[in-house]
């Protein structure tokens, strides 16, 4: 393990007041993997969606407002409210109370392969579903949605790591999938 894999494992410890084994710090390789990990000693095995339903209900309460039209689930945020009217986020963030991370727009073949290079943000505007925003909203303003000290589910779990992972790592929340890999995907050692 090299010193960006234990200041996260050191993260994780504190956060969850759980000590990793190294046996099981060598398992993780992956975020699904360390939620894995982290709820056996928290003995959680429920993945109830109780939370990032509330944000859903919230989002397409204000959505429905603004655009008088009924939103589905794994429906594109480009479909939603076109890229040019990002404006319309911070309406909502505002009406919901919660902090909305805007995934970066398109752009010229040259910006985006430059992006590309030197990023890990290769989410785009156009690739983002409401379900990975309602995500991304969770995890962006997990003190407020979650009590870490009753996690109740693999989902708030999963929540909480995201945002350990972005404030740790530094990467987009939009990057932060379960099937991620730490080492490959986000670079750390």
């Known amino acids: 393990m090299g010193l960006d894999s234990v200041m996260l494992l050191k993260e994780w410890e504190d956060r969850f007041r759980i000590t990793i084994s190294d046996y099981d710090a060598e398992k993780i390789n992956t975020v699904q993997d360390s939620v894995e990990v982290i709820s056996s000693y928290l003995k ?35 479909n939603i409210i076109p890229e040019t009217n990002k404006d319309a986020w911070s309406k909502i963030a505002e009406a919901i109370d919660l902090k909305i991370p805007v995934p970066v727009s398109s752009q010229s073949f040259l910006a985006e392969t430059i992006t590309n290079i030197f990023s890990s943000n290769k989410h785009r505007y156009n690739a983002v579903t409401i379900g990975q925003m309602a995500d991304v909203i969770c995890a962006a303003n997990y003190r407020k949605l979650i009590d870490i000290d009753k996690i109740k589910s693999k989902y708030e779990l999963y929540i909480v790591v995201m945002a350990i992972a972005v404030e740790a790592l530094g990467v987009d929340y939009y990057e932060v999938q379960p099937y991620k890999r730490y080492t490959s995907d986000f670079g750390i050692d």
């Open 44 to 78: 959680i095995s429920n993945y109830d969606l109780i939370v990032r339903d509330g944000v859903y209900l919230k989002l397409k309460d204000q959505l429905f407002q603004i655009l008088n039209r009924r939103i589905e689930f794994p429906e594109l945020i480009s």
